[in-house]
């Protein structure tokens, strides 16, 4: 199989670690290899969080480079638009429709775009879900992470009862049950 390449784009403490773990797992289980680098801008105070995983029978390094990346899963709007230039021209964007102020904006400094997701649209195939009101609706708004996942994975190569034994082996028991569901609203959408 050629590599395949999956950018996770987020701000810190969206659930992206726990996203890529799901990722690896399920790519390990499939027998493929799999490289899987993080890169954390300033993680901890609400800033970039950005995982590359990459899989196939052959995958030499971890990085995706620009205009290669077969689906990116974004978990807020304005980090979708930042890191929107790695899809390739095939490729789709899962995004989740979020806005979280980054400093610059909270500090008055500089302003959040308007219209993102539409702008968005006019260049790459966009896949928008608003998955923080899904989770409420769960009960539990941590698992939005789980809901754009659950999306994003119709577009990859594993079976829903393949990412549910994933689910089932990498979240901690106490969560197993609210993951499985919040993958199934994405996966469902």
Not at 67 to 83: N, P
Not at 136 to 155: M, Q, S, T, Y
Not at 165 to 177: L, N, R
């Amino acid at each position: 199989m050629q590599t395949k390449n999956i950018m996770i784009v987020g701000v810190g403490g969206q659930g992206t670690l726990l996203t890529s773990r799901i990722l690896g797992g399920i790519m390990r289980q499939a027998g493929y290899e799999v490289k899987m680098s993080e890169v954390h801008g300033m993680a901890q105070r609400g800033g970039s969080v950005v995982t590359f995983v990459r899989y196939g029978d052959a995958v030499s390094e971890p990085i995706v480079e620009e205009g290669c990346a077969d689906v990116l899963i974004a978990f807020e709007r304005l980090e979708a638009l930042r890191y929107a230039h790695f899809l390739k021209k095939d490729g789709v964007l899962i995004v989740n429709d979020q806005r979280i102020d980054p400093m610059p904006v909270v500090m008055g400094v500089a302003e959040y775009p308007e219209g993102i997701i539409e702008e968005l649209q006019k260049k790459y195939k966009v896949i928008a879900i608003d998955a923080m009101s899904e989770a409420k609706k769960l009960g539990n708004p941590k698992v939005f992470n789980v809901i754009v996942l659950g999306v994003a994975a119709r577009h990859m190569d594993f079976s829903k009862e393949e990412w549910m034994q994933v689910i089932e082996t990498t979240v901690k028991p106490q969560f197993v049950d609210i993951n499985k569901q919040a993958f199934t609203v994405g996966y469902a959408s």
